[in-house]
């Protein structure tokens, strides 16, 4: 049994304290092992009280896996249903909710996935109590304890920040707990920082989480404390905060909407950015990659098995374990063919689009639209590269996973001659079943041990692998320093493991900015990944604002399918689809406005 279970059994002893009674005679506490009965002093007596209030943190990490929607349901590269936020999103239905909501169903507040304003300084306010109380009682417990302890809750405390900061911009900062009784009204209601202060802060305290050197650098499968953080964890998400900032959409004088306050933007272009991002990325790679601590994974189809958690590739990951409620994870049972053997298996969410699958080479490395590659139209699915099997359920496609007794071919065509369509996986351009709509399914992170189901998966969700270390690597130094051997090391690299030739020699730094965005697109595909390159790189506005395709595939003999399969791409029609500038960030709770009046509302709402 994995080890994640032993500590997802900790983190549900640390949630129960905020529902259970507290016991207030010491007497019988200290006789008493149910940590439920932990009072505030006797929380902090000793390390293992201590670590049930620090498991309650890691709890608040989002299970991304069991929620409802993706941060892709808001890019380019699904085509998704009617009744989603995302839809409403789509069609630049974004509004100032009236108060935190993470609503899936129809919501007008855009992206959120796992985090909310109020559910955000939640998350904050237990990591200020933990770091405030730990130090206040130091003398119980050993240095060693005390500095891994204290990074770890820095650490979780940057990176709940970075995870709003990327769809908020700037936040107020707070590094203790707000308290009513002690607090005048000017400390408690902390004014919005700036963009740049929000950032600095992230970076700040991610750099001396990693010069501490106090955590290990990584954790094995086998390891007791597999699932906390990690040096490479943070040295990571400082390198993708530089990134992120260092980006065409923040790293400029012009922000895309008036921005007075410069919540969202930089004021002012700094190519000094790109480096700092560089050398950040260079570091991890010089100094715990190239198989140090962390490496590319051999076999990129199963990296993401429970049986291969903690492999060389993982860096930062939110675990999970199958079939306990709320800790298992929901996602094959939203995803993946709809019919499996002749059985409704899922709802068919995960439906990749044709220009995310255009993007996908040809096995002999060139794009499909090199006239040289040997790309057919009519043959859209022979001789692609090795990623596109192990990500994409095509038509024809022979699938197999390890749960199911036997294989399966999925057909999405338009069969005519079929008694019950909307009992196969025909493609729904009307989008009325659960049947996919855009002629393809997704099967890369999808467990193939586990059948769909509530909570029925136990595989982690990753946050970070080395793989977009290397690709945020590559981007950063061809912006800061154009096309150098270091940017073809790193591309080249993950194209070897896909089994495609290396890239050829000589490309400008246009031509590289290109073929690493497209070797980005599809090495991390459905990894959560896409939209916030749309957003950073400003390429949303134009992006979002045309229509996705379908394949859709019909028989030029429809009555008897005695002709040929034709493969047509047609425009989804489902919606119009629409995006203003004002969705590059997401707008503040109106409450959270009248609440506060440090608080001013994104540009545009």
């Not at 796992?114 to 050993?142: D, H, M, P």
Request: charged share 25%.
């Amino acid at each position: 049994m994995k080890a994640a279970i032993n500590y997802l059994k900790i983190l549900a002893a640390g949630m129960l304290l905020l529902v259970l009674p507290v016991s207030c005679d010491t007497d019988e506490f200290l006789e008493n092992a149910n940590k439920a009965n932990l009072t505030d002093k006797t929380q902090w007596e000793s390390e293992t009280n201590a670590d049930v209030f620090l498991n309650d943190v890691y709890s608040e990490l989002p299970n991304k896996l069991n929620q409802t929607e993706t941060l892709d349901y808001f890019s380019d590269d699904y085509n998704i249903s009617h009744y989603y936020t995302a839809s409403n999103w789509r069609q630049g239905v974004t509004q100032i909710p009236s108060s935190s909501t993470d609503n899936p169903w129809g919501g007008t507040q855009g992206p959120t996935y796992g985090y909310t304003w109020q559910n955000f300084f939640v998350k904050v306010r237990k990591c200020n109590t933990f770091i405030q109380k730990l130090t206040e009682n130091k003398a119980n417990f050993s240095e060693a304890y005390y500095n891994k302890r204290i990074d770890e809750a820095r650490f979780l405390r940057a990176f709940f920040y970075s995870e709003f900061f990327v769809h908020i911009g700037g936040l107020p900062i707070l590094t203790v707990p707000l308290d009513r009784n002690t607090m005048s009204p000017e400390e408690l209601l902390q004014p919005r920082k700036t963009f740049q202060e929000t950032f600095d802060f992230i970076v700040g305290e991610l750099d001396q989480v990693v010069k501490g050197e106090h955590l290990a650098v990584k954790y094995n499968l086998s390891d007791k404390d597999a699932g906390r953080a990690t040096l490479g964890a943070a040295l990571a998400v400082k390198g993708w905060i530089e990134l992120f900032g260092a980006s065409p959409l923040f790293n400029t004088a012009t922000p895309y909407l008036p921005d007075p306050g410069k919540f969202v933007h930089f004021g002012n272009f700094d190519a000094a950015r790109w480096a700092k991002a560089a050398a950040t990325n260079k570091q991890f790679i010089d100094k715990y990659g190239n198989g140090q601590r962390y490496n590319l994974f051999a076999d990129l189809k199963n990296i993401f098995r429970a049986s291969n958690e903690y492999n060389s590739e993982v860096i930062w990951d939110r675990q999970v374990v199958a079939n306990v409620g709320g800790m298992g994870s929901s996602y094959e049972q939203r995803g993946g063919p709809t019919y499996v053997l002749g059985e409704y298996r899922s709802w068919g969410n995960y439906n990749p689009t044709q220009e995310l699958v255009d993007q996908f080479a040809m096995a002999n490395g060139k794009p499909i639209t090199d006239p040289t590659s040997g790309y057919n139209p009519q043959k859209p699915y022979a001789n692609r590269e090795k990623r596109f099997y192990d990500a994409i359920v095509h038509d024809g496609a022979i699938y197999k996973q390890d749960w199911m007794p036997r294989a399966d071919t999925i057909y999405t065509r338009i069969d005519a001659t079929y008694p019950n369509p909307d009992r196969t996986n025909q493609i729904d351009l009307a989008g009325k079943t659960d049947v996919g709509d855009s002629g393809y399914y997704q099967k890369k992170r999808l467990n193939p041990d586990a059948a769909p189901g509530a909570d029925a998966s136990g595989q982690n969700y990753i946050f970070f692998r080395y793989a977009e270390i290397l690709l945020n690597f590559a981007e950063a130094q061809n912006e800061a320093a154009g096309p150098d051997a270091s940017v073809y090391d790193a591309v080249n690299k993950l194209r070897a493991r896909s089994e495609l030739p290396a890239l050829p020699t000589g490309l400008s730094k246009d031509a590289m900015r290109t073929a690493i965005a497209r070797e980005r697109r599809v090495e991390l595909c459905f990894e959560d990944k896409r939209f916030l390159d749309n957003k950073r790189l400003a390429a949303a506005a134009t992006i979002m604002n045309k229509p996705r395709h379908n394949m859709v595939i019909r028989n030029s003999v429809p009555a008897n399918n005695s002709g040929v399969w034709v493969y047509t791409i047609e425009e989804e029609k489902k919606y119009k689809v629409k995006f203003e500038p004002k969705q590059y960030m997401s707008p503040i709770p109106q409450n959270v406005l009248d609440q506060n009046p440090g608080i001013k509302q994104n540009p545009g709402y």
